[in-house]
């Protein structure tokens, strides 16, 4: 089994942005904390970030053609891509995807409170830092899960 994680604006950031809100594990940290367990559970693990929306387009293309699961913390993206929620539709249809937020979006500004992917992910998780993205994982590799094929 192979899942995608892809990181979007400014999450090559954290670490140094807004440490207050998103804490101070980088990027990096976690990728290694996510392979970590993607190695324990032996699954291949694929990890993206990008600033730009059409690499991240990209991504989630290349992911629909091999027709893998996706978690996906898509940034500012969230609020504002209908490009990315088109993208994701394809995974939505095939093994689907999670939505992560590092912090709880709920609890922000107004704008925040909307995503334009949540209704097509199977969950999202939000609040809960950077376990968000093990929670995610944990959900596509334990046996329950309904797409875990
Ligand atoms: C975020 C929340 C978004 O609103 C914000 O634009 C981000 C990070 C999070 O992980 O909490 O860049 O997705």
Known sequence: MKIVVVNGPNLNR????????????????IEKLVRSHADAAGIELDFVQSNHEGVLLDTVHAAADEGVAVIINP?????TSVALR????????????????????????????????SDKAIGVVAGLGVYGYIAALGYFTQD???KNA
């Open 144 to 146: 329950l899960a309904p």
């Open 14 to 29: 954290l670490g140094k942005r807004q440490p207050e809100i998103y804490g101070t594990t980088t990027l990096a940290d």
């Open 75 to 79: 940034g500012a993206f969230t609020h």
């Open 86 to 117: 088109d993208a994701l539709a394809e995974i939505a249809d095939g093994k689907g995807f999670v939505e992560v937020h590092i912090s709880n979006v709920h609890a922000r500004e107004e704008f925040r409170q909307h995503s334009f992917l």
